[in-house]
């Protein structure tokens, strides 16, 4: 029997907050979200109390994992109470030493993700335009340029690793809180899919959010990895902010189709992370053109190079063209992506001297430059 959140709520109140008020009344509980017994749940603190609250953190994940009918829980602190105007200021983020290629083993900054030398989001200003297929195939090309790399599917509102890898099992548990991503062609992969039900209606308001994303970064055993690929969901929202606010971004790319709609998509998903002092690895523009299976022809059915234009406009480097091809869709379909599949095709080149530029942006002088302070409109 799934517990109820009156139950929780319950046990909850048995637990002192750090000034010694009752937990459920230090205003501080986020809605209480059960699905399948699983819960998560945020404890929004103030962010100069963070430190003082782990422990209490800590303490209310094992008492709601001991609850009969709880299979896992995730309780994350946000310190999303900055409070309005001249209110105490986000953390700042910490600087990127992680894109600096600090060595393996040595402790991360606060934020960091032990093991994971450099993390990048791909993310776009809209939906539908390839982000998915684009970031599983990125990641399987970085692989074949000998990196190791996982992919974190960070669309919680619509997760695409399950089908796009067809992957049906659900992670194993370690030691009873950590969870082992799934492997596939050489990759870790962590998905929200991977852990609820397809139908389960994912009402994520902000904190859920922020839980579940830290639970994919932080209770993962990613291991030792070179690149971790994180699947952004569309626009500005929440996810982005967490993600950026969360861990040391080595760094965004954009995926933009050539349409006009999109590239003004596109510009405002460059501002958000100029504005969050992530910097921008480049902009790939898919479904660029399309090739005709039967004769050959190239054509340029959206206007193509419109994303390579704005890239230079906005200053940022322009990573490749991606065309709308049928095989790119059918393979992503099936679950079996065309890098994977086809590693000696064109598709798969292509992906790959993408995958080129982006190591080289990653490695280059631009790269990992110091965050001076996150700075966060409301
Ligand atoms: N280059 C491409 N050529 C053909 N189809 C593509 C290409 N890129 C993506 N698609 C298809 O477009 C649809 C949306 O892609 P997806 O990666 O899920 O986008 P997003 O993650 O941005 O929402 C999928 O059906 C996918 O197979
Ligand atoms: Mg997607």
Redesign the pocket.
């Known amino acids: 029997m799934a517990p109820t959140q009156d139950q929780i709520r319950e046990r909850l109140a048995a637990i002192a907050a750090p000034g010694g008020a009752k937990l459920t009344e230090a205003g501080v509980l986020s809605d209480i979200v059960v699905t399948d017994g699983k819960v998560f749940f945020s404890l929004s603190v103030d962010a100069s109390e963070v430190k003082a609250w782990e422990p209490v953190r800590k303490q209310v994940e094992d008492a709601v994992r001991a609850i009969p009918g709880v299979t896992s829980a995730l309780v994350a602190l946000t310190a999303e109470r900055a409070g309005g105007g001249k209110g105490t200021p986000p953390p700042a983020r910490p600087a990127q030493s992680q894109a600096q290629g600090h060595a393996h083993g040595a402790p991360a900054g606060p934020s960091g993700v032990p093991g994971v030398k450099s993390i990048i989001a791909v993310a776009?200003g809209k939906?539908?335009?390839?982000?998915?297929?684009?970031s599983i195939n990125l990641a399987l090309a970085l692989r074949d340029l000998g990196l190791n790399v996982g992919v974190l599917d960070a669309?919680i509102y619509g997760p695409?690793m399950p089908k796009l890898l067809a992957i049906r099992e659900k992670p194993e548990t370690i030691g009873g809180n950590r969870l082992k991503p799934i492997e596939r062609h050489n990759l870790k992969v962590m998905s929200i899919g991977f852990l609820i039900e397809e139908e389960t209606p994912m009402i994520w308001r902000g904190p859920m959010v922020m839980s579940a994303l830290t639970q994919m970064l932080r209770e993962v055993e990613w291991g030792q990895l070179d690149v971790m690929v994180v699947?952004m969901p569309?626009g500005t929202g929440d996810t982005q902010l967490t993600m950026a606010q969360q861990v040391p971004l080595a760094g965004a790319v954009i995926?933009s189709t050539p349409q006009d709609l999109a590239l003004i998509d596109a510009r405002r998903g460059v501002a958000m992370f100029k504005r969050v002092n992530v910097p921008i690895l480049g902009v790939i523009e898919?479904?660029s053109y399309f090739v005709c299976p039967h004769c050959g022809t190239r054509s340029d059915i959206f206007g193509h190079g419109g994303a390579q234009h704005e890239a230079e406009r906005l200053g940022v480097p322009f990573l490749g063209a991606?065309?709308?091809?049928?095989t790119?869709?059918e393979t992503?379909?099936a679950g079996r992506p065309v890098v994977a599949t086809q590693p000696d095709g064109p598709h798969a080149t292509v992906y790959r001297e993408i995958a080129q530029k982006l190591r080289d942006a990653l490695a280059g002088p631009g790269a990992g430059r110091a965050a001076p302070k996150i700075v966060i409109e409301a």
């Open positions: 776009s939906g539908g335009v390839g982000k998915s297929t684009t669309d695409s699947d569309p995926v898919n479904m991606v065309p709308l091809d049928m790119i869709r992503s379909d």
